[in-house]
């Protein structure tokens, strides 16, 4: 790697990320390879700040264009009290997704009127629970949550509609969501139906329509066309625009920024849709990929064609590599430019396990701190235990402070959900 090399790995880490004379990466003002050690690996490490940065940016962007309106923070990206609580702290609504989400959001402090429920086979607990919590906003994804909620809610519950914008962007098939066929929304009969029923309904107030076409989208006409395809659903007082905006993974993306996606659908909104309207927009990967990078340290090095640089953790901690065939860019934490094109491997026991085929590392070896970049979106939520793999602590940095915001699994805590068997009590 050459220098301008380093400079572009910096471009993918949280603003505050710095190379020190030594040569060691820091973000939020703390040494990479000192928060390795002090909080063990694999870690998570998120940058307070430019989480911060980006709600504001989101947010902020959205009510200087649309006045009536306010980014809800699509919380599957990253479903831990300490973001509910930034994004709270921070004035966003969130959106929940079952029960769970829901339950979390509460912990962090997200005030229940700005929460927007969301889910396309919601049970009859999680609708209860959403309308005893309070949620402002339940989205109707079909017709048994209408005849759920109309035996749930006594008084007056807000709804929209999620209607199927027949817009395709351009994403892996498992999270594009806006086409016809999708498993998600009312196509455009069922939705007319769905409309003319909750219009005539006593309790359930259907204030309008949402949409989401899918994630991982890095142009904005797609955006556009759905917002434009859902004007043709008829005038509503709210629309929720969905998320979606990709984010820089690889030196090679090139994503609009916030404030392009978020002037991208308001100019739409502004040509078609009502101008009294209430406009909200999801972003959840945008929202915290950047932000988060992941350590691993190298437990062992392969040499061969290729080399094999193997790490303590893996497709435990990073599924999208897996699924979705995810990019990711990586250095060594003390020595960013490099140039041994080396595959860096997990160690579960997958082939498929590879967090990063024919990466460039500098001349790496067993006990380095590897740092991947923008690891922030998404793999909090899919870690799981493959292998009994411990799930990692999650540490927030800034201003040269580490703060343990979820302490890393235990083995004891594999046993909490056991129940003994009677014979060997
Ligand atoms: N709104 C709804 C209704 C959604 O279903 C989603 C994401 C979002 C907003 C936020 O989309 P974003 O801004 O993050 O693109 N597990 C996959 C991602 C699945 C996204 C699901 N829905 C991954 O690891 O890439």
Redesign the pocket.
């Known amino acids: 790697m050459s220098a301008v090399e380093a400079k572009d790995f910096l471009g993918l880490l949280p603003t505050s990320s710095q190379i020190e004379r030594d040569g060691e990466l820091t973000v939020g003002g703390c040494r990479l390879s000192d928060l390795a050690k002090e909080f063990g690996t694999p870690l998570w490490v998120i940058d307070e700040s430019n989480l911060r940065s980006q709600a504001q940016r989101f947010n902020g962007t959205l009510q200087a264009l649309w006045p009536k309106s306010r980014a809800v923070f699509?919380s599957?990206?990253y479903p831990c009290t300490a973001v509910y609580e930034v994004m709270a702290q921070e004035g966003l609504g969130v959106?929940v997704?079952g029960g769970g989400e829901l339950a979390l959001a509460l912990k962090g402090g997200v005030d229940p009127a700005l929460m927007v429920q969301?889910g396309n086979a919601k049970t009859e607990a999680e609708l209860s629970m959403a309308v005893s919590a309070g949620v402002g906003t339940i989205?109707i994804d079909n017709f048994d949550d209408i005849d759920r909620l109309e035996r749930i809610v006594s008084d007056e519950q807000g709804v929209l509609i999620?209607v199927v914008p027949g817009v395709r962007g351009d994403t892996h098939d498992?999270?594009s969501?806006g086409q016809e066929g999708s498993k998600?929304g009312l196509h455009r009969a069922d939705a007319e139906r769905a409309i003319a029923r909750l219009n005539n309904s006593d309790r359930l107030r259907l204030d309008g329509l949402?949409m989401?076409i899918?994630?991982?989208?890095l142009e904005t006409e797609p955006f556009e066309a759905a917002v434009e395809a859902l004007a043709s659903f008829g005038e509503f007082d709210v629309y929720d625009l969905?998320?979606?905006?990709?984010v820089r993974y690889t030196y090679g993306d090139h994503p609009p920024t916030p404030e392009e996606w978020v002037g991208a659908l308001v100019s739409a909104a502004k040509k078609f849709l009502p101008h009294h309207a209430r406009l909200l927009i999801?972003?959840?990967?945008?929202?915290v990929a950047q932000s988060g990078i992941t350590l691993y340290r190298v437990t062992t090095i392969k040499h061969g064609t290729p080399t094999f640089v193997g790490v303590d953790g893996g497709m435990a901690d990073n599924?999208?590599v897996s699924?979705?065939g995810?990019r990711f860019e990586a250095a060594v934490v003390n020595r960013v430019a490099g140039h041994d094109v080396v595959d860096l491997v997990g160690r579960h026991c997958e082939s498929g396990d590879r967090l990063i085929e024919g990466i460039s590392l500098n001349a790496p070896v067993v006990g380095d701190v590897v740092v991947v970049a923008a690891t922030g979106?998404?793999t909090y939520?899919?870690q799981n235990n493959y292998n009994g793999a411990l799930k990692p602590a999650v540490v927030f940095v800034s201003d040269g402070q580490a703060h343990l915001r979820v302490r890393r699994e235990t083995y004891d805590d594999f046993f909490l959900r056991d129940v003994a068997s009677a014979v060997r009590k």
């Open positions: 699509a599957k990206a959106d997704a969301h989205v999620r498992a999270i969501t998600f949402h989401h899918g994630s991982q989208i969905g998320g979606g905006l990709g999801e972003p959840g990967r945008a929202m599924l999208d699924l979705y995810q979106a998404y939520t899919m």
